[in-house]
């Protein structure tokens, strides 16, 4: 998978999480939430494979996450 692809799952998983809270459906919204988690720590993995280093790695994630 491409950093593109675990950014795009992200996403999904985080858009999905807070319809789901919304709707009351914590345990979903947990669940969810933990998986956005699990995909941003495989970006970090690919980013540390490829040469980025964690400031970098973790600023892009906080950009990325806070514009969702």
């Known amino acids: ?9 992200t ?7 807070r319809t ?5 459906n914590n345990e979903g919204a947990y669940y969810l939430t ?3 988690v699990e995909c941003a720590l495989k970006l970090r993995s690919h980013d540390e494979r490829s040469g980025t ?6 600023q892009l994630f906080v950009e990325f996450t806070t514009t969702i």
């Open 11 to 17: 996403r999904l998983c985080l858009n999905d999480a």
């Open 34 to 36: 933990g998986l956005a």
């Open 20 to 24: 789901l809270l919304k709707n009351g």
């Open 53 to 58: 280093n964690f400031l970098q790695s973790l």
């Open 1 to 9: 998978m491409t950093r593109k692809d675990f950014q795009r799952l």
